[in-house]
């Protein structure tokens, strides 16, 4: 079926339908030993609310030049300059000396950068105020999360999470910090979460709103 990402996890308990905003598809997740047809029947039975939720996706941003992206939530056009080489950030504008073939590249390389710069910042000064060791920050192109803790206490985040604003950025971080001292989300784990950091309703609410735009930029 067309337009369909198909995927089986070993310990799921039933089968899931999901929108993938980057890919623009849905995701149907299958139990082991759940048949392709029980999920087709229920992706079929859903056709109106994915057929919605599809057609209710932002428009894909392509970084090149003459366009926007955002960073800390401020829209920054991209230049493309002659002479010099590399990609620097000048007030609002997020400039590209460089041959215009490989300029998303090197935008998407760019941004890369910052968010690792940015984040890691962010959760070395947060693992400190909470008298916590950090082993290790990742920055990786997640779909389904905007971060992650591993039981080693490595940090993993999303790097689409620096594009938004700083007051997302802070709660992203804090939460992903607090999992370095509790990894479920039980009481004492919103406990840190949120003396770490104070904007975990406006955040969540922000990105339920605006992560899809996000996982759009392509």
Same mark, same amino acid.
């Given at each position: 079926?067309?337009?369909?990402?198909?995927?089986? =996890?070993?310990?799921?308990?039933?089968?899931?339908?999901?929108?993938?905003?980057?890919?623009?598809?849905?995701?149907?997740?299958?139990?082991?030993?759940?048949?392709?047809?029980?999920?087709?029947?229920?992706?079929?039975?859903?056709?109106?609310?994915?057929?919605?939720?599809?057609? /209710?996706?932002?428009?894909? $941003?392509? *970084? @090149?030049?003459?366009?926007?992206?955002?960073?800390?939530?401020?829209?920054?056009?991209?230049? =493309?300059?002659?002479?010099?080489?590399?990609?620097?950030?000048?007030?609002?504008?997020?400039?590209?000396?460089?041959?215009?073939?490989?300029?998303?590249?090197? $935008?998407? #390389?760019?941004?890369?950068?910052?968010?690792?710069?940015?984040?890691?910042? @962010?959760?070395?000064?947060?693992?400190?105020?909470?008298?916590?060791?950090? #082993?290790?920050?990742?920055?990786?192109?997640?779909?389904?999360?905007?971060?992650?803790?591993?039981?080693?206490?490595?940090? *993993?985040?999303?790097?689409?999470?620096? *594009?938004?604003?700083?007051?997302? @950025?802070?709660? $992203?971080?804090? !939460?992903? $910090?607090? =999992?370095? *001292? !509790?990894?479920?989300?039980?009481?004492?784990?919103?406990?840190?979460?949120?003396?770490?950091?104070?904007?975990?309703?406006?955040?969540?609410?922000?990105? !339920? @709103?605006?992560?899809?735009?996000?996982?759009?930029? /392509?």
């Amino acid at each position: 079926m067309a337009g369909v990402v198909w995927r089986r =996890h070993a310990t799921a308990q039933r089968i899931t339908l999901r929108i993938d905003a980057g890919l623009g598809r849905v995701v149907v997740t299958l139990p082991a030993r759940v048949p392709r047809a029980a999920g087709v029947a229920l992706l079929n039975a859903n056709a109106a609310w994915v057929a919605l939720h599809l057609a /209710a996706l932002p428009e894909v $941003v392509t *970084m @090149q030049a003459g366009g926007c992206v955002c960073i800390d939530g401020v829209p920054r056009l991209i230049r =493309h300059r002659q002479g010099g080489r590399g990609v620097w950030l000048e007030a609002d504008a997020l400039n590209a000396a460089c041959d215009p073939a490989v300029l998303p590249r090197l $935008v998407g #390389q760019f941004l890369r950068e910052e968010a690792r710069r940015r984040l890691t910042s @962010q959760a070395v000064g947060k693992s400190a105020l909470a008298g916590l060791v950090l #082993q290790r920050v990742s920055i990786r192109d997640t779909r389904s999360r905007w971060g992650s803790c591993s039981p080693g206490g490595a940090l *993993m985040f999303c790097w689409r999470v620096v *594009m938004a604003p700083l007051f997302v @950025q802070d709660y $992203v971080v804090a !939460h992903e $910090v607090a =999992h370095l *001292m !509790h990894l479920d989300h039980g009481a004492d784990f919103w406990a840190l979460a949120d003396r770490l950091s104070p904007h975990r309703e406006a955040a969540v609410s922000w990105l !339920h @709103q605006e992560g899809p735009r996000l996982l759009r930029v /392509a």
